[in-house]
C-alpha cells in the first residue's frame, strides 16, 4: 500500500519518536487529517518549533528550563547548602513531584561509560567542581542509578570530593515501598541488607 | 534425573524416531553420519535450548517446516514432559502443557554433562578452552556464578577502553581508572573464590575416580593457575604502566588457567591421548558427582565416541564404573566388539542405521 507522499513523510516523522512504530505513527498521521482543523494543527507546529527556540540548559545546573537560570536555582527559599546530583532533567521532575527536597540540583546528563565513549569531560563535571568549591555548599547527595556505570560515576564523585570538607551521601537502594519481600529479586535483596540502617 | 522417552520428529536426518531409554547406560552403536551424534545433540538441545555446533534452523529436517523433540523427563518424586517445536525463525518450548516465555526460566530443567571429539582440545589447547570448560560447569550448578562473571566481564570491557582512552592523553586523569581498577578487583575476588572452591572440590571428587579408570597409580589432579595469586587491587594497580602501555588489562582472572597435572607434572607434556581421555572422562565424572551434591539430582551423560584411543582395559572399565553408578549414560560408538558380553547385559544397546534407530532384542 502506498500512502501519497505528504502523508508518508508525516509517518517518517512521528517515526521518529521512541515507542512509536509504524503503525502509531499512522493513526497519528490519520488522526491529525481527521480530527483536528488547520487551527490546531498550526498550534501544535508553532509550539514545536518555540520549544526548540526556548528550552535550554540552566546555567547553574543543567536542569532544563526556558530561562537563563532555572526556576529552582533562582528559588532562594530553596537550601543553597544541598546539591543532589542526578543523571538526567526527567529525574529532577520525578523528585520534585515528591515535594521532599528543598535543596538544589546538579544535572550531569549521562553516566560515565568509556564504553560508550563517555568520560568524565562529557559530562557536566566541570561545572559541579566550580559550584561546590564556592562555600555555599555543604553537603552533595548523589542520586544516579543503582546500574553499574550509576554506580561508577557516584564512586568517581566522591573520590574527586573526598578530600574536601563536604558530606557526601548516596541515596539509598533497596526493596521498593510496598513490595512484599517475596518479589525481590536477590540482587535487590542483597543491596537492601548491604545498606541496612539503624532501626 | 532420567530421560525416560525421546521422540523426534523432523529432526536432522531422523523422519519420525521413538526411543525408550534404559536407566543405566545406553549404547548406541552405528557407522560414521548414521545419526548417533544428532542424537546426542537432541538431548544437548534439551538442555540448553540451543545446539553446541549450528544455528536452530539447521536442526530442521531438510524441506520440512518445523521439527518436534519430546521427552519425559523422571526425577526421584516427579517425572515432567517438555516439547520443542522448532520453525524456521521460532521456537517453542512447552513444559508440562505450558508455554515458556523467558529461556531462562526453562534452562536448568535438564542437566547434562557431555563429552564431545572436540573436548580432547582441553589439555592441549589454549587456556581459553580450559576457562570455558570450568565456567561453563560452575555456571551450570550455580546461576549466581554467572551473573557474577558478566558483571566482571562489563567492568573489565570498560576498564579496558578507558585504558584505551588513556594511553593517547598527555596528562591522562587516573582517578576514574583507580575506580574500574577497585571495581574490577572486587569482581574478580568473587569469581576466584568460586574457581578455587570449585577445584578444591572436583580433586576431592577425582581420587576416587581416577585410579580406577586410568588403571594406573598416578595422581591426577586439577591445579587452579590464577593470573594474578596475590593482592588483585593491588597486582592491577601495579600493572598501570604495563595495562597502559599494552592498551589492556594485562592479568585477572579474564587471564587464568588451569593445569591437568599427573603427579604433578603437566598432562599435555607426557600424557598419551588415551590417558588424556581418561583424564577427561574422570573430570566430567567428578563434576557429575559435584552437580549431585549441589542439586540433589544427578545429570544425564553424554558421551560422544568415547572408546577410540581407549585400550580394551579401559573401554571395559569404563562401562563397568557407569553400569555400577547411579547415571543415565548416553554413549555412541561404531563398534563394541572390545567389550565383554557380561558387562554389555548390564546396558541397553540400540543399532542406529541411516538415521533409523532401533533396540536390540535381547534384553
Given at each position: 500500500m502506498n500512502f501519497p507522499k505528504s502523508i508518508e513523510d508525516l509517518i517518517v516523522q512521528f517515526m521518529k519518536y521512541p515507542g512509536v512504530g509504524r503503525k502509531t505513527a499512522e493513526r497519528f498521521?490519520?488522526?491529525?487529517?481527521?480530527?483536528?482543523?488547520?487551527?490546531?494543527?498550526?498550534?501544535?507546529?508553532?509550539?514545536?518549533?518555540?520549544?526548540?527556540e526556548r528550552i535550554n540548559y540552566c546555567k547553574v545546573c543543567n536542569n532544563l528550563t526556558d530561562k537563563e537560570v532555572c526556576h529552582i536555582c533562582s528559588n532562594e527559599k530553596r537550601d543553597q547548602s544541598i546539591i543532589l546530583i542526578v543523571e538526567s532533567p526527567k529525574d529532577v521532575f520525578s523528585i520534585e513531584d515528591t515535594s521532599q527536597y528543598k535543596g538544589l540540583y546538579h544535572v550531569l546528563n549521562g553516566v560515565l561509560s568509556p564504553?560508550?565513549?563517555?568520560?568524565?569531560?562529557?559530562?557536566?563535571?566541570?561545572?559541579?567542581?566550580?559550584?561546590?568549591?564556592?562555600?555555599?555548599?555543604?553537603?552533595?547527595?548523589?542520586?544516579t542509578?543503582?546500574?553499574?556505570?550509576?554506580?561508577?560515576?557516584?564512586?568517581y564523585i566522591k573520590r574527586v570530593l573526598q578530600d574536601t570538607d563536604l558530606t557526601v551521601s548516596r541515596i539509598g537502594y533497596g526493596v521498593p515501598v510496598g513490595l512484599n519481600l517475596e518479589y525481590a529479586d536477590q540482587l535487590t535483596l542483597s543491596k537492601a541488607i548491604e545498606n541496612r540502617k539503624k532501626f | 534425573m532420567k530421560l525416560n522417552q525421546l521422540s523426534l520428529y523432523n529432526y536432522r536426518g531422523y523422519n519420525k524416531q521413538d526411543i525408550a531409554f534404559g536407566k543405566g547406560v545406553n549404547l548406541f552403536i552405528g557407522d560414521n553420519g548414521s545419526g548417533k551424534t544428532n542424537l546426542l545433540e537432541a538431548i544437548y538441545f534439551l538442555s540448553l535450548a540451543k545446539s553446541y555446533k549450528t544455528e536452530d534452523s539447521n536442526l530442521i529436517k531438510f524441506n520440512q517446516d518445523f521439527s518436534r523433540i519430546l521427552t519425559t523427563v523422571d526425577l526421584i518424586d516427579k517425572s515432567y514432559d517438555i516439547k520443542i517445536i522448532l520453525s524456521k525463525n521460532k521456537k517453542k518450548i512447552i513444559l508440562d502443557g505450558r508455554e515458556i516465555q523467558k529461556l531462562s526460566d526453562y534452562i536448568g530443567q535438564v542437566n547434562v554433562v557431555s563429552f564431545l571429539p572436540e573436548d580432547m582440545n582441553l589439555i592441549k589447547g589454549p587456556p581459553k578452552n580450559r576457562r570455558y570448560f570450568i565456567d561453563s560447569i560452575i555456571g551450570q550448578m550455580d546461576r549466581n556464578y554467572l551473573i557474577e562473571l558478566s558483571n566482571y566481564k562489563s567492568f573489565l570491557k570498560q576498564r579496558n577502553d578507558l585504558i584505551k582512552k588513556l594511553s593517547e592523553d598527555k596528562n591522562p586523569d587516573m582517578t576514574l581508572l583507580d575506580i574500574y581498577t577497585e571495581q574490577l578487583a572486587k569482581a574478580g575476588e568473587k569469581i576466584i573464590s568460586y574457581r578455587n572452591?570449585?577445584?578444591?572440590?572436583?580433586?576431592?571428587?577425582?581420587?576416587?575416580?581416577?585410579?580406577?579408570?586410568?588403571?594406573?597409580?598416578?595422581?591426577?589432579?586439577?591445579?587452579?593457575?590464577?593470573?594474578?595469586?596475590?593482592s588483585l587491587e593491588g597486582t592491577l594497580k601495579e600493572n598501570y604502566r604495563k595495562d597502559l602501555f599494552v592498551r589492556t588489562t594485562t592479568s585477572g582472572p579474564h587471564r587464568d588457567d588451569y593445569g591437568f597435572l599427573m603427579d604433578d607434572i603437566d598432562a599435555k607434556d607426557i600424557a598419551s591421548q588415551g590417558e588424556q581421555r581418561i583424564m577427561i572422562l574422570s573430570s566430567l565424572l567428578a563434576v557429575t558427582e559435584i552437580i549431585f551434591h549441589y542439586k540433589k539430582q544427578r545429570p544425564i551423560l553424554l558421551l560422544d565416541?568415547?572408546?577410540?584411543?581407549?585400550?580394551?582395559?579401559?573401554?571395559?572399565?569404563?562401562?563397568?564404573?557407569?553400569?555400577?553408578?547411579?547415571?543415565?549414560?548416553?554413549?555412541?560408538?561404531t563398534t563394541t566388539t572390545n567389550i565383554n558380553q557380561e558387562i554389555l547385559d548390564d546396558a541397553k544397546i540400540f543399532n542406529v542405521k541411516n538415521h533409523f534407530i532401533r533396540g536390540n532384542k535381547h534384553e
Open positions: 498521521v490519520f488522526h491529525t487529517i481527521n480530527k483536528m482543523d488547520k487551527e490546531s494543527v498550526k498550534e501544535l507546529s508553532e509550539t514545536l518549533t518555540q520549544l526548540k564504553a560508550d565513549g563517555i568520560g568524565p569531560e562529557e559530562l557536566n563535571l566541570k561545572t559541579l567542581w566550580d559550584r561546590v568549591a564556592e562555600k555555599k555548599v555543604k553537603e552533595i547527595i548523589i542520586a542509578s543503582s546500574t553499574q556505570e550509576g554506580e561508577t560515576t557516584a564512586l | 572452591n570449585f577445584i578444591n572440590k572436583i580433586n576431592l571428587e577425582l581420587k576416587s575416580i581416577y585410579p580406577y579408570l586410568a588403571n594406573n597409580p598416578y595422581l591426577f589432579e586439577f591445579k587452579y593457575l590464577p593470573s594474578i595469586d596475590s565416541d568415547v572408546f577410540s584411543e581407549l585400550d580394551t582395559t579401559r573401554q571395559n572399565k569404563l562401562i563397568h564404573f557407569l553400569n555400577k553408578s547411579h547415571l543415565q549414560t548416553i554413549i555412541t560408538t
